[in-house]
Each structure stands twice: as structure tokens, then as C-alpha cells.
């Protein structure tokens, strides 16, 4: 399947009566990657939750290719091409690295294994391992391995680098780059690094207190410091 275009209109959501999200709109394009940038707790981890169908949701759309996905359960959302990364990087810790691979394939080929270890050969080096036995950069290649091998259309990668060594670091967007180049996917990126996620992205979206503040290309938000040190608050980019 081709990448998926992703639209999100009036969306507004939170937990339970605590509203986080207010009328947030984007569109982004099939094939194309989007980095979503703000402070701590301006809800950029809520929007990704919500696209994914793990908060509440009070009003707006969410569309994948023209499908409707806010009425879906998170499960159905999967089905329909929606990969989520979360922040807390999801595996199992008793099963090896090939155990947790297999999980997600069902009956599906046990060839798709070997594209996810062409993604990201320490995967291979490692596939004996217990998933409790991974350092955090292997843990998140796993993570999103996983979801990757569901073969969805738009990915969202929520804070992939968190804690991680900056060699590590390279070697992840590196993998993400190549996956975004491929063409099977829309990719959509929260990360506290803001260089990496400029050079990864062709949009950016910066949110404050649930809404969105600003948008346009990284080059656009780098010629402006003044609306980088506001929003973002960090002095210049390098
Ligand atoms: N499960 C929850 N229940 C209630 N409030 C929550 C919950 N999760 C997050 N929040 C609140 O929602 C707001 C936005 O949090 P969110 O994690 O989406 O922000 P963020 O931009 O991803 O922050 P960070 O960069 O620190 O990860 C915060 O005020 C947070 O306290």
C-alpha cells in the first residue's frame, strides 16, 4: 500500500474532563513528513494518543485517505493503516528480539522479519536476546520494527531519540529517512530534538497549550529565532 494522506480538522481532546487539545487543524500530505515541535506538555504526545484512539475525544475529524477513524477502536485505527510509536517504547521484555517480531505477524510471511532486520541490522546481531536485555536505542528499533512490520501507510514516531546516545541517534533517523524515502509512508515526528527533527522533516508544526501556534517548512522556522526562542525556547537551532 501507497502512503496515505492524513487529515486532522477541529480536533479538540484530553482525559476525562481535562480538555488538552483545542480545535487543532493540519493536513499532511501521502509520502510526506511532518515534525511536530513544542515545550514540555504542550500535548503533542495527546495529539499522537488521539490520532491513535487512546484519549477523549470531544470534537473533530481524523482522516486517513478520506476514511473516517474517530468513531474506530485504536485496534480498527491499526487495521486501517495507522503505525503508532509511543513514547514509552513498547515491547515485550521476556521475549527475545525475534519472539516480539513474530508477535505482530500473526500469519502473515515470516519474510517480512528480514525487512525489519535489513532496517535495522543490530535487530539481527541481537535476535536471541531477551527484550529486557536491550540497550534503550535497540529497545526503540524494536519498537518501532514492530510496528513497521504492520506494513501502516501513516506512522507516528513519538520522542523516538528520548535518552539515547547521539551515535544512536543518527543511526535511528538514518532508518527513518530511508523509510520515509521508500515512499510507503506518511511520516509524522514528535522530537525534543529539534535539529534532527528539522533535518528529517519538509513540515513542521509547532504546538503551545494544546493549539497550534505556528507552521510552515524547517527552513522557514530556522530563518526565525525569535519564533524558535518563544515557542521552543532554545537560543538558535545548531
Ligand atoms: N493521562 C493523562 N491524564 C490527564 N492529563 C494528562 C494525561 N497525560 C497528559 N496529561 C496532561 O496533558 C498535557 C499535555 O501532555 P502531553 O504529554 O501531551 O504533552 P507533550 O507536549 O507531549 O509533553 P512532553 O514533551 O513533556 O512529552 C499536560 O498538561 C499533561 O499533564
Redesign the pocket.
Known sequence: MPAAQLEVANLSA???Q?R?LENVSFAVPAGSRLAVL??????????F?TIAGQTRLYNGTIRLDGKELSGLESASRARSGLGYVP?ARCIFPSLTVEENLLVGLKDRERTAIAEAYDMFPRLQERRRNFGSQLSGGEQQMLSTARTILGKPTVLLLD?PLEGLAPVICEELMAAFSKLAAAGDMTILL?E?RIQSALDFADHVLV?ER?QVAWSGTPVELSADPATVERLLGVGGLH
Open positions: 484530553g482525559y476525562g481535562t488538552v513544542g515545550r514540555n506538555g504542550v500535548g503533542k504526545t495527546t495529539l494518543a513514547q520522542e514528535v525534543q504546538l494544546g
